[in-house]
């Protein structure tokens, strides 16, 4: 029989509860395919494109802090989790690395430094290059522009990881020209020779700070994005995995937003991300963020997790959930402090007098919150910076910032079971010195090792100035719960501080497990060093603990597979000696759905840290059920870890015959139909044989169906597109509810047969590509309106209804309209039309057509038009529309075609209110603050030639910033901060706008 592993839960020093509430579930609110699959050779041999300095902002987006209420939010002295970890009786003595080498150099910070260590290779990137190392250290391929494997595109914020699983690197990167990020998977295992499939996955909105993780059924990936928004609009997306693997053309997205989650600004959740040898069941992923209670509408300081699951044939029916939340702050026992200078981005004070103070990375869990499996449970760690000095003024103003970094072990004690928090803890850096840029990951024995950043100064009681520094810790599986207990051990010192990019630091680091042995750590981060460029990424190797003497895993059942599965099935499994001893003699086990062991032994030997096949002589029926689950372990006397024993594997037992549709390819939603639309669906063979002449059909809100018949040959578990050759009238706007399905003669499973997709055509929202040659409009202004600079959307078209009103009046005469294009010359290539829907008909008439055919004649330079309201015009709210591209390309469409879609370009519509009143500018004023009842403060201030967007300071009469946070001026020029102070301190306190000193004002908390 198998035998039982026992685990003994401790409860950690208190009570970590779980909030008790309604649980939001939500479906996917966006589906969506790559936009191309690019295949790009391999890498060898090439003249590869040499890395180029990175131009422009980095990560412009990332700029609103959480919300913060002064004075709120516990805890007021030092981290209550500090004694923990000072306290702890165990310090073992750390070792020193095994490997230290550069990865990359840059004269710029942040670096973004990402890396990840396979069989052979070591890959890394930062900003907008990357490296491949061997095991050694020894360079493959220098530091080479992204432009190498996405051609043309190196704006950067890579991640590097190794899927494991597959036994392929993956590198990623954003895009903002659409907005979205791209995907290369390696072709085969190694990343120098083997070539790459790249992907574009569009997003709408800038996704900015993108984390990316693996899971059985997809790629996760988590974004800064739509701050404000987070519980409506996508933040979380997933890629089908499984298809980018094959490299396959259209790769299917999902995305999700977080339902309930209470975030005011700047954050960044994290997937659950897979590391190992056996991947966990498909569905119930996690994506964990933290909450605390120092922000506006928190309450307690919390983790909270969401459940996501995927259903790649029926997309829409994809959910995300609210799942565990747990209150770990409560009472103060074990609360937490992510806020750091009210919210500002500069927190950590460098050495010396002309450092500028950098920023800890507030509001982000830290990459990655890695995943494993074992026997009896599944665990998670993860991490996040702390603010952990005394904390003794009450409004909110810390007086040193130190760092530390609050981190958690989750436990599963099953797959489909609630986690928990199994332990916790704050670890700093000895002698007062900061740390924080975190990662941490458990190796195949539970053991945990931590790598991260630490910076001291003479203010903050280090007992000399320290320069930013890379140093890793850790902790046994054994050792006493909530404490690191390796002493704090260095992979590089740093020399110099940040002196290119203000006050940003790192924005990642990255420690990842080598598949070799499973145990080994290797973490990538950055450093400053005062000689050539500034910014270096290092990589160190390291292990936690020495190797058990006797310990045997299975790390995989290899064999059978999704299959017509039959009653005489071959179990193979793949066996690893973990120990340091050669084994023999190994008693093998396995099990069907949780039934009866079948146990064998494998004679071996089997060496130290090699691994063998081995198939069951006993073979196995599988017909009776549609899914098996194939549980596999050793059982070898006198297993150090039988944690890591076992394996477990879903198999499905396919029907010889079953066929289904699972997608409406097209029309889609925001697509401009019209009376002869082709209707295109996804067919797939579910089943175990191939199949030919599958019958298909549709029907339109239940009208006469349509059918025909996929006359090629489908293989098992492949889809294929059919395009009808009968078209539809759907030109009229309105709901059009589709029913797509097969009728596959002896279809064994009707369940798949058909789907329903409901299409709405609205009014028309045309497409085109602003990316390449930054076509378009980027910048309008008209009346009270500017808005500049306009960045591209995914689409092409933005609607700006709800963000700007413009006021026109029919007293005046004219009006100028100032445009800016990003792509222009004087042959009048670049043009551009505006329309007014004086009727209110959703339908842009030539009436309407205001402003024609206008040349724009100079790239990125304010044009003034003139425009002048017909004597008809219709007093009211209307809708404004400004259409401008490349007529080489469109042969006229954005010009009198309000509504065709062009190939380079950009559509936006706006709202236009028109009266008969005379309309006064409304004059600048200074920086308001108005007192409301209970300590509420409405702060505006009205500015037309200010920047867009301005951050706002709340001070002590210390000079001590107690609230920050960014504000965008609104349509009508005003700046407008609602500031809650019912938590501060009674007294005097200062508001700023900008960084003008002479514009603050004072005012008084009662």
């Known amino acids: 029989m198998l035998l039982k592993k026992i685990v003994v839960i401790v409860f950690l020093f208190s009570v970590i509860t779980g909030i008790s509430q309604e649980k939001e579930v939500m479906n996917a609110s966006m589906t969506s395919s790559s936009t191309y699959m690019r295949e790009v050779g391999p890498l060898v041999g090439k003249t590869l494109v040499p890395e180029k300095p990175r131009k422009g902002n980095i990560n412009p987006r990332r700029i609103d802090a959480n919300k913060v209420v002064p004075g709120k939010g516990l805890p007021f002295g030092k981290d209550p989790l500090l004694t923990q970890q000072k306290n702890s009786v165990i310090v073992r003595a750390n070792k020193a690395p095994s490997l230290t080498f550069e990865a990359n150099a840059s004269a710029s910070a942040p670096t973004d430094p990402t890396g990840a260590i396979g069989p052979n290779h070591y890959v890394s990137a930062k900003n907008s290059a990357f490296a491949i190392h061997d095991r050694a250290g020894v360079e493959l391929v220098a530091s080479s522009s992204l432009e190498n494997i996405f051609p043309g595109e190196s704006l950067g914020d890579p991640i590097v990881f190794y899927d494991s699983f597959a036994d392929r690197f993956v590198i990623t990167q954003f895009s903002d020209t659409p907005n979205g990020f791209l995907v290369a998977v390696g072709k085969g295992p190694d990343p120098v020779n083997d070539g790459w499939y790249t992907y574009r996955f569009d997003t709408g909105s800038f996704p900015d700070y993108t984390k990316f993780s693996i899971w059985s059924d997809g790629y996760y990936i988590t974004a800064n994005k739509d701050q404000g928004s987070q519980a409506t609009s996508e933040v979380v997306y997933v890629i089908d995995r499984t298809r980018m693997l094959q490299g396959k053309e259209d790769v299917k997205m999902v995305g999700f937003p977080l339902p309930g989650a209470r975030i005011g600004g700047f954050y960044s959740p994290a997937g659950f991300n897979a590391i190992g040898n056996t991947l966990p069941p498909e569905g119930d992923a996690r994506i964990v963020y933290f909450q605390d209670d120092g922000w506006e ?220 042995d499973d145990r080994t750590f290797w973490h990538i981060a950055e450093y400053f060093e005062d000689t050539g460029d500034n910014a270096r990424n290092i990589v160190g190797v390291f292990k936690i603990g020495d190797d058990p003497t006797n310990d045997v895993g299975i790390t995989k059942v290899d064999q059978p597979i999704d299959a017509i599965l039959t009653n005489a099935e071959i179990i193979t499994v793949t066996l690893k000696n973990f120990g340091a001893t050669a084994q023999s003699d190994i008693p093998v086990s396995y099990s069907i759905n949780g039934g009866a062991a079948v146990i064998e032994m494998f004679a071996g030997p089997l060496n130290a840290g090699e691994t063998a096949s081995f198939s069951f002589a006993t073979a196995a029926d599988l017909t009776a059920d549609r899914e098996y689950t194939i549980t596999a372990e050793t059982n070898l006397t006198g297993d150090t870890f039988p944690e890591n024993d076992c394996a477990m594997q879903s198999v499905k037992n396919l029907f010889s015959s079953d066929t289904g549709v699972i997608d409406l390819v097209s029309p889609q939603v925001g697509d401009q139909l019209t009376s002869e639309e082709e209707i295109t669906i996804t067919i797939f063979n579910f089943g175990g044989t191939e199949q030919s002449n599958i019958p298909v059909s549709y029907t339109i809100n239940g009208g006469t169906p349509v059918n025909e018949v996929f006359t090629g040959t489908l293989a098992p578990r492949e889809s294929v597109s059919y395009t009808f050759t009968t078209t539809a009238d759907l030109q009229t706007f309105g709901e059009y509810s589709f029913q797509i399905g097969t009728a596959l003669a002896g279809d064994q499973d009707d369940s798949n047969d058909a789907v329903t997709r409901t299409i709405i055509y609205e009014f028309c929202r045309p497409t085109a590509n602003c990316s390449r040659f930054r076509d378009g409009i980027i910048s309008f202004e008209l009346a009270n309106v500017s808005n500049t600079p306009i960045g591209c959307s995914s689409s092409g078209y933005v609607d700006f209804t709800s963000d700007f009103e413009i006021n026109l009046s029919k007293s005046v005469s004219e009006y100028t309209v100032t445009v800016q294009s990003g792509f222009a010359n004087d042959s009048g290539a670049e043009r551009f039309s505006l329309w007014i829907d004086f009727n209110d008909n959703s339908i842009f008439e030539e009436t309407e057509l205001l402003l024609d055919n206008r040349i724009i004649s100079v790239s990125d330079t304010d044009q003034d038009f003139t425009l002048s309201l017909p004597p008809d015009a219709a007093l009211g709210s209307h809708l404004l529309r400004i259409r401008g591209g490349d007529t080489n390309t469109n042969s006229g469409a954005p010009l009198n075609d309000p509504c065709g879609s062009m190939e380079f370009g950009t559509t936006h519509d706006y709202t236009v209110v028109i009266s008969e009143e005379v309309i006064a500018p409304v004059p600048d004023t200074e920086l308001l603050v108005i007192s409301q009842p209970e300590n509420q403060f409405v702060i505006t201030k009205i500015e037309a030639n200010a920047p867009a967007e301005l951050r706002i300071y709340i001070f002590n009469i210390l000079g001590g910033v107690v609230a920050s946070n960014l504000l965008k001026k609104d349509g009508r020029n005003t700046f407008t901060y609602e500031l809650d102070m019912s938590f501060a301190r009674s007294g005097v306190y200062f508001a700023r706008l900008g960084d003008n000193k002479s514009d603050a004002q004072g005012f008084f908390v009662r």
């Open 297 to 516: 509408g928190v309450s307690e300081d919390a983790l909270k997790l969401w459940t996501i699951n995927v259903d790649w044939f029926n997309l829409e029916a994809s959910t995300i959930t609210e799942s565990e939340e747990f209150t770990v702050g409560s009472g103060a026992i074990n609360s937490f402090d992510n806020t750091f200078d009210g919210g500002s981005f500069g927190n950590i004070p460098q050495p010396g007098t002309e450092g500028q103070d950098i920023d800890v990375l507030q509001g982000a869990v830290m990459y990655a919150s890695n995943y494993r499996r074992f026997c009896d449970y599944n665990a998670v760690v993860l991490n996040f910076a702390v603010d952990i000095d005394d904390r003794t003024d009450t409004a909110g103003g810390d007086l040193d910032n130190i760092a530390g970094i609050r981190w958690y072990e989750l436990r599963q004690a099953a797959d489909g079971q609630p986690w928990t928090v199994y332990q916790e803890g704050t670890y700093t850096s000895p002698d007062g010195k900061s740390a924080w840029c975190a990662s941490m990951a458990m190796d195949v024995f539970g053991n945990i090792g931590m790598g991260y950043t630490t910076m001291g100064t003479t203010d903050n009681g280090a007992t000399a100035d320290s320069f930013g520094s890379i140093r890793y810790t850790g902790r046994l599986a054994t050792d006493p719960l909530g404490t690191m207990t390796f002493a704090e051990q260095t992979i590089a010192t740093g020399s110099a501080i940040n002196i290119t990019q203000r006050n940003r630091y790192g924005d990642y680091a990255q420690l990842t497990v080598d598949p070799a």
